[in-house]
């Protein structure tokens, strides 16, 4: 496939790697520079574009996305923060009969963590424990808490209601994410938990996700790409 990457920082260095190695074209890397409100997402450069995979700033990501499926271009998106804007570009998307896949986490291992979250918080739901979610990442990160502390809240949420699940976030050193679910009871303690070693497992899941969107039209998420499947 010819993929599309939009964003040239940490992530989108490690996409254009992982989707090399895969076998797949890469003709650009499009840069903040020169992509200001997604001015730079233009037919030209597209043109026998497959999918594009956009990691950018919470900042940058509608207008991008926004231009991406008016060209109707597929897209792959892992920039988080920009969630207020997600139900209209849904509605763009479908609109059009373009496609847009949208995830606040590529791992594999993060999404088997958010069904087992809410299979825990299922049957914890009438017990007595106190739970809390706490999650680490390098002190460059922008937004606290993590999208994914985000998601597994709302797992955990959806399964119990009656439980707040606070989310504790620390920013500190060069830690690439770490997400940890802890549900304490009078004599036990039960903890779930998440680390990644290098993004490089964001980028495999996100040329993952490119692979699977490719000829399909709709709204999906990540979950969608691994267990579509599953019941």
Partial sequence: MRLGIVGSGRMGAAVRVEALARGHEVPFALGRGENRDGGGIDPERFTGVDVAIEFTRPDA??????????LGIPVVTGTIGWQDHLLRLQQIARERGGALLHSANFS???QLLLRA????ARWTREQ???????ERHHKAKLDAPSGTA????????TADP???YPITSIRQGHDPGSHLVRWDGKHETLTLAHEVRDRAVFAAGAVRAAEWLHGKRGVFTFEDVLFEEAP
């Fill in 128 to 134: 007595d424990f106190d739970a809390a979610i706490v």
């Fill in 162 to 164: 009656a439980r707040e």
């Fill in 117 to 120: 979250v809410r299979e825990v």
């Fill in 108 to 110: 594999i291992g993060v």
């Fill in 150 to 157: 985000l998601a597994i809240q709302t797992a955990a949420r």
């Fill in 61 to 70: 990501a509608a207008a991008n996305v926004e231009r991406l499926l008016s």
